[in-house]
């Protein structure tokens, strides 16, 4: 019997949140469609997570998972069920279409000038801070703006939306504890209230929808326009995927360029391999390193058949350090290509905000190597434990 028999993600071994790569990669060697459950396999090679995410036998829908998990009607259940990344057709293709249509490369450009004077003004303030924090003070600012100014939140009134974010994502964890449920809800209650308020407000003085991804919204397409929850859920799912998602390529980014010393002085003597060196860094480390889907019909992968209402959980950092797929995937090769990691996920569930966060993501890490070139790490970084959502809690710097 080998040692990672039992794997579980209910209860991973020491660790691993720490750094799952070694356990990972003996699963993807050994029992790469691992049973995790009664009919639940994770899956840790590239070809089999691509077989899933490109196959059109999958769904997304969360029901039968979330009604056990936060109970059937509550505020956790009705946002996971009804926000896009946990939708199928049709309503997805809808919801995707109107959140596109808002997210276009002419959209992105737009963003542009705004993001660099956000940024610089964040490293401003950063050299103020008396204990300068590079998720608190740096990398978890930037996507709530962004965010915020998609939706045209009141700056006065985005205070609460990161706290709002990471308790309603927390509840996503394979095993979260009751407080963290318990929390989640009573985000998603906050947020659905505040989100009222503003909805009220955007439908008597509509916005530029261009610009405005509420009012765009709130406008529809073709086929009509969306419910009130649908609506209201998946303004909270722009938030939270945008959130989340960026302050870990920013801060995981970060932390791997201050700790590969020679990769960051490669960027910081040719900036032009910003592109490539934040494709790496999303492989290198995966903001989000879990995601589910259920199989609708048999699927065949590289060891085993999937069954028809089989849950499968593709575990994309394992994916993204596969050596069939990639050469020497434990080496940070910010010039690596081809690199065609899994982090923003594939198929029709793509996320539809990869170039946002890919933009964000050049800006903040270059400018913040322009800027602190002899940038270093003041103690210990404290990473956050969760396996689903990989990124740090704390990157306390002294900046140079």
Not at 101 to 123: D, F, K, Y
Not at 131 to 141: F, M, N, S, T, V
Not at 329 to 350: C, E, I, S, T, Y
Request: aromatic share 6%; proline share 8%; net charge neutral.
């Amino acid at each position: 019997m080998h040692e990672l028999d039992h794997f579980s993600l209910l209860a991973p071994p020491p660790g691993f949140a720490e750094n799952p790569y070694p356990v990972l990669a003996a699963l993807r060697q050994h029992s790469p469609v691992h049973a995790i459950g009664p009919r639940s396999w994770l899956l840790t090679r590239y070809d089999d997570v691509l077989a899933v995410y490109r196959s059109p036998h999958v769904s997304s829908d969360k029901k039968r998972e979330f009604g056990p998990k936060f109970g059937i009607g509550t505020p956790l259940f009705e946002h996971h069920t009804t926000s896009q990344v946990f939708s199928d057709p049709p309503l997805h293709t809808r919801l995707r279409r109107i959140l596109m249509g808002a997210l276009n490369q002419r959209a992105i450009a737009r963003m542009e000038a705004g993001l660099h004077t956000l940024v610089e003004g964040l490293l401003d303030r950063l050299a103020d801070e008396p204990a300068p924090d590079l998720i608190e003070h740096y990398a978890a600012q930037i996507p709530v703006e962004v965010i915020g100014n998609l939706l045209d939140v009141p700056h006065a009134d985005r205070g609460p939306l990161r706290g709002w974010s990471l308790a309603i994502l927390s509840a996503l964890e394979p095993a979260p504890s009751a407080e963290m449920v318990a929390r989640g809800q009573q985000a998603v209650s906050e947020f659905l209230a505040y989100l009222k308020t503003l909805v009220a407000a955007r439908t008597a003085h509509p916005g530029d929808p261009e610009a405005d991804v509420l009012t765009r919204l709130l406008r529809g397409d073709a086929e009509g326009r969306l419910s009130e929850t649908e609506l209201l859920h998946n303004c909270i799912f722009l938030l939270n995927a945008g959130h989340e998602t960026t302050t870990n390529l920013i801060g995981n980014g970060l932390h791997a360029l201050m700790t590969h010393r020679a990769a960051f002085e490669q960027l910081r003597a040719e900036p032009g391999l910003i592109n490539p060196a934040v494709e790496e860094l999303l492989r290198f480390e995966s903001p989000i390193q879990l995601n589910n889907r259920v199989a609708t019909a048999r699927i065949a992968l590289s060891t085993r058949e999937i069954e028809p209402g089989d849950f499968i959980t593709v575990a994309i950092g394992a994916a993204n350090r596969d050596p069939a797929e990639f050469a020497q995937p434990d080496v940070l090769d910010l010039a690596r290509k081809p690199n065609g990691h899994l982090a923003f996920g594939q198929g029709m569930h793509a996320c539809s905000g990869m170039n946002v966060a890919r933009l964000e993501g050049r800006i903040a890490i270059g400018r913040l190597l322009a800027r602190y070139p002899h940038i270093r790490f003041a103690g210990t970084p404290e990473r956050d434990p969760r396996v689903r959502f990989r990124g740090f809690r704390r990157l306390p710097v002294v900046l140079a």
